[in-house]
């Protein structure tokens, strides 16, 4: 180093990217820093890397469709699909987009050095790593991996002689990661907003994550809770959901949706944040209805509590129960549609660019859209009875995880990948990228959804000849979008190192983390930080 | 900051009267329970939550938190009695397998 | 002007302890909240049950418990009030009488344990399983509230261990009390988590 860089980055001027001086080797660096941009780029790879693993499971459970029983046993199928579905939940997409995007830009957003309780940050990451390590360990370790479905359903989870307690128990930690970053974001945006940061001028992701930190600490413990009494149904032999011994499976599944229905909205608000952000940058105007979409936001996050029982309509609850979460349920769509109404009227007479990022954003509208109008018609307790045990289900939840939060996802690793890493990526393969991937993605699990309205069981291994045609489609469709994948992941990994160096601003996004240099400097400002004048978003930026 | 007791911090003498005012509920509840009144489980909670709030607002001081901090327990509390709530729409409801 | 940063800073950094661990209490309480209204369930449904199973407990112990754990929250309230005031001996010592208020309430459940273990009524065990099904739930219940608990109370024991090593060195002083006053936030948290337990074991069929 030389002594004007030594300097440089004592005044904190040095970008986070560069080791800070000192006897540490970069690997011990990284793990051991406390810099919330270090444990989000940390997070993101994490989540990336088993992104991959996730995927690798659902390509081998499409192409066992090929040909049944070719491939692989019925029973490995069912392993597949829940090592698939506890690797892209609790391991991707539920951590997410806080994790990732969250811990990067949240304090730089809102004009802070860092999160309110870095250290507990940084805990926060280990404890997901040990729990997404024991999760895997039950994949390797003597026995079977589990094979319940990702949702653990007693009382079959407490007998099954696979590998449940050792999966369970990872589940139970990475909640612990979960709440902890909650609790850390909440607190950030209480005590840390930066000068004249007040709380109706708070960008977009901001609010999402505001929600969202609520949903993970008043739902994530019912959650914990529950798995605990899993394992202690396992080991001990507390038969609280085990009809032999007086228990109760429904209320399991009541408990465990009691989380997990929320936790759709712990993955779709933050997704929805970066929507927010990413149109109004990319259509050069100010959100449409700002109030609007913050309050329906909070919102989604309050009655997303009150609808967990439209998993459960054919699980024997009473029927009042199921006559009030279908009606719940169809509250919680108005909130939805605000949003979408919001994003589509910002691109109204806006001066749209479309750039990468832009393609993610609207693609989301459009997926997201399918999800949830598909998502209505379950929810009516009628044709759900017909439709629960189908591909119409599997079909609803990809394109609302995948085709809403991951999309959503792939729009914030566009949009800020230049500020992340001071590179930018090449625009026509990302394009490419995204083209393939959306045709692969509708290809995929379009089908899904006919076919489950023809009757095809979902979860099954083996399928009758009238499936056929959709099931070819479906395996087709799972190579064009690996292919799509690939392209994208190439190109942003090429750009990682041979990428041209990052413009402060290159979109024109009017946020605070784009008052600062691409990448930015540990201290998050170079200078003093930014006074906020107004809401963030208006032409010419805040500052 | 140079008063004889600090602002924020109880006197011993508060501290202790509470003290005194939960041993008592406490009697009272076990009273309750060992003579056999009726609605005595309701009694019991009733009690149990006046223990509670006279925690919450004096020894964790939760009364000299700012209105924030004293305004989202109820949230807490609230998406704890909607589970419960719409938990026992089925409960009460289930019919009879 | 850097002096009156460090103020801001001060104040923002002892606001954001405060909330985080009021925060994080809010998580406890939905923790506890879901075992409660699993009991609350099943006792619904198996009145009798509850009823014959709380037989076995025994009102003295728990009510001396009760008495033990809300002796301990006035101590460690006390505590917290001493060493606002300077007074850190004194502090020091309602640590410390805390502590062993802890352990005290921790020996008497380990006797009432003993006492169930001995008749053969802990979970999975043949004289259990052979009892009814309500009756299996609530000793269920019984060992898995009770027991994570206790669990939180050791915790609260060995965080109180620490604060009083921060005292000592005085980490803790006058005027920064915010990590004392979190773990007594913590400790009667647990405190109030024990006033429910008792009436819903202890009081059933008295």
């Given at each position: 180093m030389?002594p004007a860089?030594?300097?440089?980055?004592?005044a904190?001027?040095?970008s986070?990217l560069?080791?800070?001086?000192?006897?540490r080797?970069?690997?011990a660096?990284?793990?051991?820093?406390?810099d919330?941009k270090?444990?989000g780029?940390?997070?993101?790879?994490?989540?990336?890397?088993?992104?991959?693993v996730?995927?690798s499971?659902?390509?081998?459970?499409?192409l066992n469709?090929?040909?049944?029983?070719?491939?692989?046993?019925?029973q490995?199928?069912?392993?597949l699909?829940?090592?698939?579905?506890i690797v892209?939940?609790?391991?991707?997409?539920?951590p997410?987009?806080?994790?990732?995007f969250?811990?990067?830009?949240?304090?730089?957003?809102?004009?802070?050095?860092d999160?309110?309780?870095?250290?507990?940050?940084?805990?926060s990451?280990?404890?997901?790593l040990?729990?997404?390590?024991?999760?895997?360990l039950?994949?390797?370790?003597s026995?079977?991996?589990?094979?319940t479905g990702?949702?653990f359903?007693?009382?079959?989870s407490?007998?099954?002689?696979?590998?449940?307690?050792?999966?369970?128990?990872?589940?139970?930690?990475?909640g612990?990661?979960?709440?902890l970053?909650?609790?850390?974001?909440?607190?950030?945006?209480?005590t840390?907003?930066g000068?004249?940061?007040?709380?109706?001028r708070?960008?977009?992701?901001?609010?999402t994550?505001y929600?969202?930190?609520?949903?993970q600490?008043?739902?994530?413990?019912v959650?914990?809770?529950?798995l605990?009494?899993?394992?202690?149904?396992?080991?001990?032999?507390i038969?609280?959901?085990?009809?032999?011994?007086?228990?109760?499976p429904?209320?399991?599944e009541?408990?465990?949706?009691?989380?997990?229905h929320?936790?759709?909205?712990?993955?779709?608000?933050?997704?929805?944040?970066?929507?927010?952000?990413v149109?109004?940058?990319?259509?050069?105007k100010?959100?449409?209805?700002?109030?609007?979409?913050?309050f329906?936001?909070?919102?989604?996050?309050?009655?997303?509590?009150?609808?967990?029982?439209?998993h459960?309509?054919?699980?024997?609850?009473?029927?009042?129960?199921?006559?009030?979460?279908?009606?719940?349920t169809?509250?919680?769509?108005?909130?939805s549609?605000?949003?979408?109404?919001?994003?589509?009227?910002t691109?109204?007479?806006?001066s749209?660019?479309?750039?990468?990022?832009?393609?993610?954003?609207?693609?989301f509208?459009f997926?997201?859209?399918i999800?949830?109008?598909?998502?209505?018609?379950?929810?009516?307790?009628a044709p759900n009875?017909?439709?629960?045990?189908?591909?119409w289900?599997?079909?609803?939840?990809?394109?609302?995880?995948f085709?809403?939060?991951g999309?959503?996802?792939f729009a914030?690793?566009?949009y800020?990948?230049?500020?992340?890493f001071?590179?930018?990526y090449?625009?026509?393969?990302?394009?490419?990228?995204w083209?393939i991937?959306?045709?692969?993605?509708?290809l995929?699990?379009?089908?899904?959804?006919?076919?489950?309205?023809?009757?095809?069981?979902r979860?099954?291994?083996?399928?009758s000849?009238?499936?056929?045609?959709?099931?070819?489609?479906?395996v087709?469709g799972?190579?064009?979008?690996a292919?799509g994948l690939?392209?994208?992941?190439?190109?942003?990994?090429?750009a990682?190192?041979?990428?041209?160096?990052?413009?402060?601003?290159?979109?024109g996004?009017?946020?605070?983390?784009w008052?600062?240099?691409?990448?930015?400097?540990?201290?998050?400002?170079?200078?003093?930080?930014?006074v906020?004048?107004?809401?963030?978003?208006?032409?010419g930026g805040?500052? | 900051m140079?008063?004889?007791?600090?602002?924020g911090a109880?006197g011993?003498?508060?501290?202790?009267?509470?003290?005194?005012?939960l041993?008592a509920?406490?009697?009272?509840?076990?009273?309750?329970?060992?003579?056999n009144?009726?609605m005595?489980?309701?009694?019991?909670?009733?009690?149990?939550?006046?223990m509670?709030?006279?925690?919450?607002?004096?020894f964790?001081d939760?009364?000299?938190?700012?209105?924030?901090?004293k305004?989202?327990?109820?949230?807490?509390?609230?998406a704890?009695t909607?589970?419960?709530i719409?938990t026992y729409?089925?409960?009460?409801?289930?019919?009879?397998? | 002007?850097?002096?009156?940063?460090?103020?801001?800073?001060?104040?923002?950094?002892?606001?954001?302890?405060?909330?985080g661990?009021w925060?994080?209490?809010?998580?406890?309480?939905?923790?506890?909240?879901a075992?409660?209204?699993?009991?609350?369930?099943?006792?619904?449904r198996f009145?009798?049950d509850?009823?014959?199973g709380?037989?076995e407990?025994?009102l003295?112990?728990?009510?001396i418990n009760?008495?033990?754990?809300?002796?301990?929250?006035?101590?460690?309230?006390?505590?917290?009030?001493?060493?606002?005031?300077?007074q850190?001996?004194?502090?020091?010592?309602?640590?410390?009488?805390?502590?062993?208020?802890?352990?005290?309430f921790?020996?008497?459940k380990?006797?009432?344990?003993?006492w169930?273990?001995a008749?053969?009524?802990?979970?999975n065990?043949?004289?259990?399983?052979?009892?009814?099904?309500?009756?299996?739930?609530?000793f269920g219940l019984?060992?898995a509230?009770?027991g994570l608990?206790?669990?939180?109370?050791?915790?609260?024991?060995?965080v109180?261990?620490f604060?009083?090593?921060?005292?000592?060195?005085?980490v803790?002083?006058r005027e920064?009390?915010?990590?004392?006053?979190?773990?007594g936030?913590?400790?009667?948290?647990?405190?109030?988590?024990w006033i429910?337990l008792?009436?819903?074991?202890?009081?059933?069929?008295?």
């Open positions: 030389t860089h030594e300097s440089a980055a004592a904190g001027q040095a986070y560069e080791n800070p001086p000192g006897r080797g970069v690997f660096s990284w793990m051991l820093s406390t919330h270090r444990i780029v940390m997070y993101l790879m994490a989540l990336l890397s088993f992104f991959w996730g995927v499971l659902g390509l081998a459970m499409r469709m090929l040909h049944p029983g070719a491939l692989m046993q019925a490995t199928y069912d392993e699909f829940t090592v698939h579905g892209q939940l609790f391991l991707v997409i539920i997410g987009v806080p994790v990732a969250g811990n990067f830009f949240l304090p730089i957003m809102i004009g802070a050095r999160v309110a309780f870095p250290r507990l940050n940084r805990l990451w280990w404890v997901y040990t729990g997404a390590g024991i999760v895997v039950s994949l390797f370790i026995g079977h991996p589990p094979d990702w949702t359903y007693a009382p079959y407490i007998r099954t002689p696979t590998n449940v307690s050792l999966a369970v128990a990872g589940v139970f930690v990475l612990f990661s979960s709440i970053t909650g609790l850390n974001f909440v607190t950030t945006i209480h840390m907003r000068p004249g940061m007040t709380w109706l708070l960008p977009l992701f901001v609010w994550l929600a969202t930190g609520w949903v600490m008043l739902a994530t413990p959650l914990a809770i529950t605990l009494f899993i394992i202690m149904g396992r080991v001990l032999g038969g609280f959901f085990d009809p032999s011994r007086g228990g109760d429904i209320m399991y009541h408990l465990f949706w009691t989380y997990s929320p936790a759709v909205y712990i993955m779709i608000l933050p997704a929805m944040g970066i929507i927010s952000e149109i109004p940058t990319f259509a050069r100010a959100i449409f209805g700002y109030k609007a979409v913050v329906a936001s909070l919102a989604i996050a309050g009655v997303g509590y009150w609808v967990w029982g439209h459960m309509f054919t699980s024997g609850m009473s029927n009042t129960a199921r006559v009030a979460f279908s009606l719940l169809f509250f919680v769509a108005i909130p549609g605000v949003k979408v109404f919001n994003w589509v009227a691109l109204y007479k806006g749209i660019r479309l750039d990468a990022p832009m393609w993610w954003a609207v693609s509208i997926l997201f859209s999800g949830g109008l598909s998502g209505l018609i379950q929810g009516a307790l009875l017909d439709l629960h045990g189908t591909y289900i599997v079909a609803h939840i990809h394109y609302i995880v085709g809403g939060v999309t959503a996802l914030g690793l566009h800020w990948f230049p500020k992340m001071g590179r930018m090449r625009e026509r393969p990302a394009k490419l990228g083209l991937f959306f045709i692969g993605f509708n995929l699990y379009f089908p899904m959804f006919v076919m489950g309205a023809e009757g095809m069981p979860r099954w291994f083996d399928y000849a009238q499936y056929h045609t959709g099931q070819m489609i479906s087709a799972s190579w064009v979008l292919l690939l392209i994208i992941f190439g190109n942003l990994i090429l990682l190192f041979r990428g041209e160096a990052a413009p402060e601003n290159p979109w996004g009017t946020t605070l983390e008052h600062t240099p691409s990448p930015p400097p540990a201290r998050n400002f170079p200078g003093e930080i930014p906020i004048k107004h809401v963030s978003y208006k032409a805040n500052g | 140079k008063l004889e007791v600090p602002e109880t011993y003498g508060i501290l202790f009267f509470i003290w005194i005012a041993a509920l406490l009697a009272a509840t076990i009273a309750i329970a060992l003579m009144v009726r005595a489980v309701a009694l019991n909670f009733l009690i149990a939550t006046s509670a709030l006279l925690n919450l607002f004096y964790m939760l009364r000299h938190e700012d209105r924030f901090l305004t989202i327990i109820f949230l807490a509390l609230f704890l909607s589970i419960i719409l729409s089925d409960v009460f409801y289930r019919m009879a397998g | 002007m850097a002096e009156m940063e460090t103020a801001a800073e001060f104040r923002q950094n002892r606001m954001a302890a405060k909330y661990m925060f994080f209490l809010y998580t406890e309480l939905l923790f506890f909240g075992m409660f209204l699993l009991y609350s369930v099943y006792r619904y009145p009798l509850f009823h014959a709380a037989k407990e025994n003295y112990t728990g009510s009760t008495l033990v754990l809300l002796t301990s929250s006035m101590t460690l309230a006390m505590a917290v009030s001493a060493i606002k005031r300077g850190q001996k004194v502090s020091e010592r309602l640590q410390m009488l805390t502590m062993a208020l802890g352990v005290v921790l020996a008497i380990y006797y009432e344990w003993h169930k273990i008749k053969g009524l802990y979970p065990s043949p004289v259990l399983l052979k009892l009814p099904k309500g009756e299996i739930l609530y019984y060992y509230l009770t608990h206790a669990l939180h109370l050791i915790v609260g024991i060995v109180v261990g604060m009083l090593r921060y005292t000592r060195k005085g803790i002083n920064n009390t915010a990590r004392l006053e979190n773990a936030l913590y400790w009667h948290f647990v405190d109030i988590v429910y008792f009436p819903l074991f202890y009081l059933v069929t008295k």
